[in-house]
T-cell receptor
């Protein structure tokens, strides 16, 4: 079945450093979504990418969708303590918006 | 806040018991999906309901069942609870089980189920 892996599993950075998480799917995706889950919280939608090679920016966050639509990345510039949490990519499973979530990357930011 | 509510917030059950979890979707959303999130893992899709009918199911046994009501709220029922059912159960509402379109899912706060 469809598998979505993310690396790294954990990332510990100093505030101000950059952070990148990579997402790889075993199958081609029609679109990819990114979610952030704060400790003790629930996933919160960040963005959706649909087109091959698409790049979207949200302030310090840059999202990319690979040309083959099987991989994606999230890059955070100059991390802040508010960026702490686990970042998940997710792709549709079997059509529609039934999602297969990636394994997640937990980000910790130290002052 | 997303406007999606879940109850109860926490629940403790023993092995073999049955549990019902509830979810009220965001106003105007007709699709509810349920996910199981074990500690340290990503959410796993259980099933989705669209206009009161099941619209897709993940790799979960039949003892996981659900309902959606005319007001689009939903229930998740789990029979014969096992220790491995201990997890955070999340429901997510969206406007429609769309194809390739803007289909953001709005997650509720979850129900933390502990099975002893």
């Amino acid at each position: 079945g469809q598998q979505v892996m993310q690396i790294p599993q954990y990332q510990h950075v100093q505030e101000g450093e950059d952070f990148t998480t990579y997402c790889n799917s075993s199958t081609t995706l029609s679109n990819i979504q990114w979610y952030k889950q704060r400790p003790g919280g629930h996933p919160v939608f960040l963005i959706q990418l649909v087109k091959s090679g698409e790049v979207k920016k949200q302030k310090r966050l840059t999202f990319q969708f690979g040309e083959a639509k099987k991989n994606s990345s999230l890059h955070i510039t100059a991390t802040q303590t508010t960026d702490v949490g686990t970042y998940f990519c997710a792709g549709p499973k079997g059509g529609g918006n039934k999602l297969t979530f990636g394994t997640g990357t937990q980000l910790k930011v130290e002052l | 806040e997303t406007g999606v509510t879940q109850s109860p917030t926490h629940l403790i059950k023993t092995r073999g018991q049955q549990v019902t979890l509830r979810c009220s979707s965001q106003s105007g959303h007709n699709t509810v999906s349920w996910y199981q999130q074990a500690l340290g893992q990503g959410p796993q899709f259980i099933f989705q309901y669209y206009r009161e009918e099941e619209n897709g199911r993940g790799n979960f046994p039949p003892r996981f069942s659900g309902l959606q009501f005319p007001n689009y709220s939903s229930e998740l029922n789990v029979n014969a609870l096992e220790l491995d059912d201990s997890a955070l159960y999340l429901c997510a509402s969206s406007l429609a089980p769309a194809r390739v379109s803007y289909n953001e899912q709005f997650f509720g706060p979850g129900t933390r189920l502990t099975v002893l």
